[in-house]
C-alpha cells in the first residue's frame, strides 16, 4: 500500500464556547494514500468543511486544532507557520470548491488568473508558462484554450468555470487535492463530467483525493474508500463497496437509504382524475426589446403543452436554463406569458389583468427552492400562516384562523408552539414546513413547486418529499414539482415532461418516460444520474458530452443534435413535431417522426 499523502490522527477542533456542542469534530483519523479517492460524507454541521479547511490552514479565526495532528506527506500543518502554509498549498496541496464564482476574481482573464499560481510558485518563463497554461486547459477537456484564457469567468458557464478551477487546482501537480461539494451547484449531466474529469486526471498524476459530499450516489461513483462523519465524529470508514452494500452505522444506513432510489418507476396515473390545470402552446420570450436598449430575445418556453389531474403530480424536469422555471412562473403568473393558454378548471388566466387574479392565487399556491428567502424575517409564523387567508380568504374570523393555523402546523409537523417564533429561528427543512403550511393556508387545488428540495440535506429533503406524498393523499392536492432531481421525480411523479431549451421534448407517465425513455436527451439524463450502486454504474454509461447552449441563439433543426450522440443530417435542419408513440406519451425527436 502506498505511503499515505495526508494523514489526520486524532484531530479535534473546538468550536466558540456556548454552543450546545464543544467541538467541530473531535477522535477523527484518516488517512488519503497517494491516488486514492477518498470519500467524506456527512450532512450539514457533521464538520466534513472543517476537516477541509484545517487540511488547508484555512480554518476561520473562531475555530481552533485543540487535539490531534493533520499530516500533508509527513509534514504538520497545524503547527506550520503562515509563511510555509502559503507555500504548501498551490505547490503541495490545493482545494476546489462548490462555487468557482466565488473562488474565482471576477476581474481577472481566466489565463492570467492559472499565470498568477505559477508566477508565484515557479521560475518559469513567461513562454514556458503560456505553454503550461495551455496544456492545462487541454486537459481538463475546455474547448477552444485560446478563447477560453482570454475569458473572464462570468464568460463561461458553471460547468466551464469549475474546470478552470481544477486547471488552477492541479496546474502544479499538487500531493493532495481536496474538493469540496464541487458539483453540488451543478445538473446531472454536468456533475458527470466534472466527476469524471477528477477521476481521470487524480488517475493520470497519482494525486490523492480528499472530496467531501453529502450525496451517495456521487460516492458511489467516485470513491475508493468512505468515510462517514456524525456531527463532528467519524462513525463509519471503509473501502467503497463495503459501505455502500453492508453499512453498519445506522447513520450511514439512513443516509443511504434517503437517496431515492431509481425503482420503482413512478406512481400509476389515474387517468380518469380530472384535469384542473393545462397549457396550450404556451410561450415565453424575455428582453425581445427594451426602450433604452435592445437586447437579444430570450426564447425561454416555446409551445408548452402540459395538463396536470386533480391529485396527481407532474414533474417537469430538465437542465438549469431548460426553461422549467419560466413555465412555473408562468401557471402562476409570476411572469406574464407572450402566447398561449393557461387553463385553469378551463378558464384562459394567461392574458387576465391581475387585479382579477384573486380567485385563481386561491387555487394555485407555489413554494420556492429556498424557504429563507421566501419567508418575511420581520413576521412570526402566525403572521405568516394568517396573511394569506386574511388576503384571499375573506369573511373568516379570527378565532377560526388562529384554529386553522393551528391545524395546518400539525398537518406540517411543526408543533403548535412555532406560531409564535420568527423564521431564522427554524431549520431550512423546518422553514421549507412553514412555506407548506403558508400554501395549504388558502386549500390551493394546486402548488407549483419549484424546487423544494434542492437546497436541504438528504435526509430532511426525504422528509418534506414524504410530506408533500402525504398531504396529496389526504387532501386531493395537484402538484407541478420542478427539479433537476430524476430521484425526486421517479419518487413523487405519476407524470413527467422533460423540457431541453425552452420546449418539452418527452412527455408521459412517469413510468413510460423515465422506464423506457424514448428521447435520446432523456435517456442521457437518466444514464447520468449517479445511483448508489456500489459499482458506480453511470459514468460509464452512455453519456452526452458538452453542455446546454445558449437559448438566445439556440442550434438551428433539433435543439439537441450538438449533443445528440443519434443524430442525422436531418436534424440539423428540421426541428422535429411532436409524435405519439403511445396514446399518453409523446416524444419530439426525428427517431419517432
Ligand atoms: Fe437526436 Fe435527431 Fe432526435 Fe434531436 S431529432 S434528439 S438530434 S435523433
Known amino acids: 500500500m502506498s505511503e499515505p499523502v495526508l494523514q489526520v490522527t486524532d484531530l479535534a477542533i473546538a468550536l466558540p464556547t456556548g454552543g450546545d456542542r464543544p467541538f467541530a469534530v473531535s477522535g477523527v483519523s484518516f488517512a488519503v494514500r497517494r491516488g486514492e479517492i477518498v470519500c467524506l460524507v456527512g450532512e450539514s454541521g457533521s464538520g466534513k468543511s472543517v476537516i477541509a479547511h484545517a487540511t488547508m490552514g484555512l480554518l476561520p479565526r473562531a475555530l481552533a486544532v485543540t487535539a490531534g495532528t493533520i499530516a500533508l506527506e509527513g509534514e504538520d500543518i497545524v503547527r506550520a507557520s503562515a509563511e510555509r502554509l502559503r507555500a504548501l498549498r498551490a505547490a503541495r496541496m490545493s482545494m476546489i470548491f462548490q462555487e468557482p464564482m466565488t473562488a474565482l476574481n471576477p476581474v481577472m482573464r481566466c489565463g492570467d488568473q492559472i499565470d498568477e499560481v505559477l508566477r508565484t510558485h515557479t521560475p518559469l518563463a513567461p513562454a514556458e508558462r503560456r505553454a503550461k497554461i495551455l496544456d492545462i486547459v487541454r486537459e481538463v477537456h475546455l474547448p477552444d484554450p485560446d478563447r477560453v484564457v482570454a475569458s473572464y469567468p462570468h464568460q463561461l458557464s458553471g460547468g466551464q468555470r469549475q474546470r478552470i478551477m481544477i486547471a488552477m487546482a492541479l496546474v502544479l501537480e499538487p500531493a493532495l487535492l481536496i474538493a469540496d461539494e464541487p458539483t453540488t451547484a451543478l445538473d446531472v449531466t454536468t456533475q458527470a463530467q466534472i466527476l469524471k474529469l477528477v477521476r481521470e486526471l487524480q488517475a493520470k498524476h497519482g494525486t490523492g483525493v480528499l472530496f467531501i459530499t453529502h450525496d451517495f450516489g456521487v460516492v458511489s461513483e467516485i470513491a475508493d474508500r468512505v468515510a462517514v462523519l456524525r456531527r463532528g465524529k467519524l462513525v463509519e470508514m471503509g473501502p467503497k463497496d463495503e459501505v455502500l452494500r453492508r453499512p453498519r452505522h445506522p447513520y450511514t444506513k439512513m443516509l443511504i437509504g434517503s437517496v431515492p432510489s431509481m425503482t420503482p418507476h413512478g406512481r400509476p396515473v389515474d387517468a380518469s382524475a380530472r384535469v384542473i390545470l393545462a397549457t396550450r402552446g404556451l410561450a415565453k420570450t424575455y428582453g425581445a426589446s427594451g426602450f433604452f436598449r435592445r437586447r437579444a430575445a430570450v426564447r425561454a418556453a ?67 427552492q429556498d424557504p429563507f428567502a421566501s419567508l418575511n424575517p420581520r413576521m412570526r409564523v402566525a403572521d405568516i400562516l394568517a396573511e394569506g387567508m386574511r388576503a384571499l380568504d375573506r369573511g373568516g374570523t379570527e378565532g377560526e384562523r388562529s384554529r386553522r393555523i393551528d391545524a395546518l402546523l400539525e398537518q406540517v409537523g411543526l408543533p403548535a408552539t412555532a406560531k409564535d417564533r420568527y423564521p431564522h429561528e427554524f431549520s431550512g427543512g423546518q422553514r421549507q414546513r412553514i412555506a407548506i403550511a403558508r400554501a395549504l393556508a388558502v386549500r390551493p387545488k394546486l402548488i407549483v413547486a419549484d424546487e423544494p428540495t434542492s ?116 436534424c440539423r435542419s428540421a426541428y422535429p413535431q411532436e409524435t405519439r408513440i403511445a396514446p399518453d406519451h409523446a416524444v419530439r425527436c426525428h427517431l419517432h417522426g
Open 302 to 368: 416555446e409551445d408548452v403543452n402540459l395538463e396536470i389531474r386533480r391529485g396527481q403530480t407532474l414533474g417537469i424536469v430538465g437542465e438549469s436554463g431548460s426553461g422549467k422555471s419560466t413555465v412555473a412562473r408562468c401557471i402562476v403568473r409570476l411572469v406574464d406569458p407572450s402566447a398561449g393558454e393557461v387553463l385553469l378548471d378551463g378558464e384562459d388566466i394567461a392574458a387576465k389583468p391581475a387585479r382579477k387574479l384573486g380567485a385563481m392565487r386561491r387555487r394555485v399556491q407555489i413554494v420556492f
Open 455 to 570: 437546497a436541504l440535506d438528504v435526509s430532511v429533503q426525504a422528509q418534506i418529499v414524504n410530506l408533500l406524498a402525504g398531504l396529496q393523499a389526504e387532501l386531493g392536492i395537484a402538484y407541478l414539482f420542478i427539479t433537476h432531481n430524476l430521484g425526486l421525480v421517479e419518487y413523487l411523479a405519476h407524470e413527467v415532461a422533460v423540457m431541453y431549451l425552452g420546449r418539452i421534448v418527452e412527455r408521459g407517465p412517469a413510468e413510460r418516460v423515465l422506464g423506457s425513455p424514448a428521447h435520446p436527451y432523456t435517456q442521457a439524463l437518466l444514464a447520468a444520474v449517479p445511483a448508489v450502486a456500489p459499482g458506480g454504474a453511470a459514468l460509464a454509461a452512455a453519456r452526452i458530452e458538452g453542455e446546454l447552449p445558449s437559448p438566445i441563439s439556440p442550434p438551428a433543426g433539433c435543439h439537441f443534435h450538438p449533443r445528440c450522440p443519434q443524430a442525422t443530417a436531418a
